[in-house]
Nanobody, 117 residues
Framework: QVQLVESGGGLVQAGGSLRLSCAASGNTIPINLMGLAWYRQAPGKQRELVASIARGGSTGYADSVKGRFTIYRDNAKKMVYLQMNSLEPEEAAVYYC?????????WGRGTQVTVSS
């Protein structure tokens, strides 16, 4: 099991930037063995994968965020980050951190991102 706590959300103008952070704790499996990801869910929409980073460091992004978002991890600090640039109003959502190992996922409670036009 692992507990995840997201932070860094807030209100930003369209075109602005935010960096989200996710702190892991209580993990019984070393964090460096876990795949980590960021998802988001807007009101009335399904949760969608935004970015992922494998335990080896390879990354993947939703097409809509490629070139604007960057996911990275610091295993020593048990942190995963999402740098978001050029934010668009339609990207307002609750952003969730996810940690996965052996097909089992753990989620944080999310952090709200609001983008004003």
């Amino acid at each position: 099991q692992v507990q995840l706590v997201e932070s860094g959300g807030g209100l930003v103008q369209a075109g602005g930037s935010l960096r989200l952070s996710c702190a892991a704790s209580g993990n019984t499996i070393p964090i460096n063995l876990m795949g980590l990801a960021w998802y988001r869910q807007a009101p009335g929409k399904q949760r969608e994968l935004v970015a992922s980073i494998a335990r080896g460091g390879s990354t993947g992004y939703a097409d809509s965020v490629k070139g604007r978002f960057t996911i990275y991890r610091d295993n020593a600090k048990k942190m995963v980050y999402l740098q978001m640039n050029s934010l668009e109003p339609e990207e307002a959502a609750v952003y969730y951190c996810d940690a996965a190992f052996g097909g089992v996922h753990a989620w944080g409670r999310g952090t709200q991102v609001t983008v004003s036009s």
